[in-house]
């Protein structure tokens, strides 16, 4: 299983663009990657997935560079309700992401 | 119209008892789970279904027992309730063919063993 390595936490200001980072060394050749937000008393939902390039949504974009070692989810102008812990996975598509890892997440604090 | 839903969203009870928690969800998938996550909020996988099959059994003690009647349920019932069984249980699902989207994840159940 790839291990993902991100930042434990992360300040911003409303406005602002937020980026984290996560590393994945030893992602292998048919992983994705998948970045999930988790708002205190819910669970995870999904952001974005991405294999290679750049993947954009209505909420974020995902930067991925060619050797896929690493990943940047990127938002755009955060705003209070963007606080949450961010995690970043590392998983097969074709085995139903059954062995999907959490790792520790990063907390994104928005302040006014 | 929940994707996942489960229940109940609180628990509390005493040390011994034995206590279920149910899941469903309507997105047709054919996998579900059940992730344990810690007061240090980690997540945990503890059980995978696959079309009611058993795939995952992550070394869960086996006082936990899941039980899948159909691949749109799969309850969670736990014997014998500990201290360290105080947790948030999330239920999840994900389509095997995905496409994409990964995992849908329930609201969670809050567990207090007292």
């Known amino acids: 299983l790839a291990k993902t390595t991100q930042p434990i936490s992360m300040d911003s200001y409303e406005g602002q663009e937020v980026n984290i980072t996560c590393s994945h060394n030893?992602?292998?050749?048919?992983?994705?990657i998948t970045w999930y937000q988790q708002f205190p008393s819910q669970g995870p939902r999904f952001i974005i997935q991405?294999?290679?390039t750049k993947v954009t949504n209505e909420v974020a974009s995902l930067f991925i560079p060619a050797d896929r070692k690493s990943s940047t989810l990127s938002l755009p102008r955060v705003s209070l309700s963007d606080t949450a812990v961010y995690y970043c996975?590392?998983?097969?598509?074709?085995?139903?992401?059954?062995?999907?890892?959490f790792g520790t997440g990063t907390r994104l604090l928005v302040s006014p | 119209d929940t994707a996942v839903s489960q229940t109940p969203k609180y628990l509390v009870t005493q040390m011994g008892n034995d206590k279920s928690i149910k899941c469903e969800q309507n997105?047709?998938?054919?996998?579900m789970y059940w992730y344990k996550q810690d007061s240090k909020k980690f997540l945990k996988i503890m059980f995978s279904?696959?079309?009611?099959?058993?795939?995952i059994n992550e070394t869960v003690p086996n006082r936990f027992s899941p039980k899948s009647p159909d691949k749109a349920h799969l309850n969670l019932h736990i014997n014998s309730l500990e201290l360290g069984d105080s947790a948030v249980y999330f239920c999840?699902?994900?389509?095997?063919?995905?496409?994409?989207?990964?995992?849908?994840f329930g609201s969670g159940t809050r567990l207090t063993v007292v």
């Open positions: 999840a699902s994900s389509q095997e063919t995905a496409g994409g989207y990964g995992y849908t």
């Open positions: 030893n992602i292998a050749t048919n992983d994705y």
């Open positions: 991405g294999y290679k």
């Open positions: 996975l590392v998983g097969a598509e074709n085995t139903g992401f059954q062995k999907l890892v």
């Open positions: 997105l047709g998938h054919d996998t």
């Open positions: 279904y696959n079309n009611k099959e058993l795939i």
